[in-house]
Structures are given as C-alpha cells and as structure tokens.
C-alpha cells in the first residue's frame, strides 16, 4: 500500500509560480510512475502530467505544455510539479498519483493505482 501526501498549495496571483510536491511512503517508489491530475470545481478530473520511474520519460497536457515541468527524486521517494506562468484556469485541487506500470505515462486516471487526498490551488486574477 502506497500513500501519497500533497503539499506545497495555495493561493498566488495569475503569471505566479508555485512548486507542489508529493511525497511517497509505503512501497517501492521506483516501482512506479507518477502522475498529477487536477479537479476544478464542476468539471471533471483532467491529467496534467506524468513522469516514468526513472525520470526519463515524461508527459504533459497542452493546457500546461511548457509551463509546469514534472520531475521526480528517487532518493527522497518525491515528485513534483513546478507550476509557472500560472492562470486563473488553473484553479483546481491537484492530486498526486501512482501507477504500478513504471514505465508507462498514462495520461488515464483508472490505471493508476494510488492517489493522495488532493490539495487546493487558486489562482487569482
């Protein structure tokens, strides 16, 4: 059993900078890949990015494409998302997530297997 733990949310003005990260326990972190995922209020749960075991591999959504770099530290068992050039739209709770297929970035929330409770993310205009 995986637990994930979010930290590093709140509020920041549009064109701010904020650094989530997700702090792993209770498995072999280099046994998965890693994912964020946001929820706004009203809409779906939407795939932001993911990063395979080794951190060679990475994948992102176009809305975030070049403005939230992903990496992960294996040695401190922590992934993070750098998020830049924030905008209003990006307001969500972000949940961290891991997926037993190390190597895959998938961009679907049912495949990954472990999820951490979530942390809120506003930004204002």
């Known amino acids: 059993q995986v637990q994930l733990v979010e930290s590093g949310g709140g509020l920041v003005q549009a064109g701010g900078s904020l650094r989530l990260s997700c702090a792993a326990s209770g498995g072999t972190f280099t046994s998965y890949a890693m994912g964020w995922f946001r929820q706004a209020p009203g809409k779906e749960r939407e795939f932001v990015a993911a990063?395979?075991?080794?951190?060679?591999?990475?994948y992102y959504a176009d809305s975030v494409k070049g403005r939230f770099p992903i990496s992960r530290d294996n040695a401190k068992n922590m992934v993070y998302l750098q998020m830049n050039s924030l905008k209003p739209e990006d307001t969500a709770v972000y949940y961290c997530a891991a997926d037993h297929r190390s190597t895959i970035t998938s961009t679907r929330a049912g495949t990954y297997d472990y999820w951490g409770q979530g942390i809120q993310v506003t930004v204002s205009s």
């Open positions: 990063i395979s075991w080794s951190g060679i591999s990475k």
